[in-house]
């Protein structure tokens, strides 16, 4: 976060650009992150959309909601309630657009219970960081996993499936779509 | 390796089923290491038989050696020279189908040049552990990877991209294969 402003840092910036190229070209988050018209209309489009339309509150850690708070727009592209789980204590904050964000400071098991009470028959997506979704993970209350994979090693990597302490195998692959820039493997609960 | 016999430790043995279902079942996996005729004759398989008529020889690290030493057919699978990456000293190995293991001290830039030498115009395959791939990812000399990646956890996990310290993406997408037990990336150098 310290070298947010210095791109070129560790040459960050490119690594960041060729991670994220994917979801820079997709139709839907042009249009939902007010990048611009155009872009890709395919399957992952359709995956980005079909699961973002299907959720009704996020949840997500400290360092992630202060990255997006200087990244995103004004208009924060969630639209729906967004627990953050932090230390913090924090008013909570609403962006015009539908997103309010709610700083929770008792927990994960906490924070889904508020996501659960607010979401209706629609779905909760744990938005990340690894950690959070290692807290997740061990609940047992995860039922699909989106994972875009890029081949690009950015510095020494944040590691998704460690610190999981359920012996069991727990996932089956659902779907995998095959894009020039990363691949996207859906799993879903055995 | 203290646990080998017995399968049911920590359920290493379904859940090691589960990580090589994708294999057990091709066709040319089955005939390599006479476990039966039949499976499976499709695109996996063509990938599998592609790669592996291509190498010249093989290099390896001491426990993947050491594993295979137990698991392995008398006719062991490779039919080429495989260099094991090991401080034993040890005279050469040979086994019926034409592989032999010489054991190499004296580390893996020795390794690849004794491989480079009697590998014609044949390919090399660094076959792993992960620690002994790191090794010739850090000395830039890989072109390809080919990765099998099932949805298992497997104890801990080995991590395959850590301790590089290369700082550049190096590797772009050549091919996918979606199989329902692994999904198979094939990443080429930049």
Sequence with gaps: MEHWD??????????WGAMMSWIMSQ???????????????????DLLRGTTERIGANIMGKRMFEQGERAWPENAPFHTAVYVLTHEKREPWSRPGGT???????GPQHALEMARESVGDRD????????VIQQYLNMGVIDELEIALAPVLF?????????????????RIDKVLDGPAATHLRYVRQ
């Design 27 to 45: 139709q839907y988050f042009r249009e939902n992150l007010q990048l611009g018209t155009g872009g890709e209309t395919g399957p992952v489009n």
């Design 155 to 171: 510095g020494e990597g944040r590691r998704l499936f460690e610190n999981i302490f359920r012996p069991e195998p727990q996932f």
């Design 124 to 131: 909760i997506r744990i938005a990340g960081g690894a950690d």
């Design 6 to 15: 210095n791109p070129e840092y560790k040459n960050w910036g490119a690594k």
């Design 100 to 106: 309010t964000f709610y700083f929770i400071n008792d």
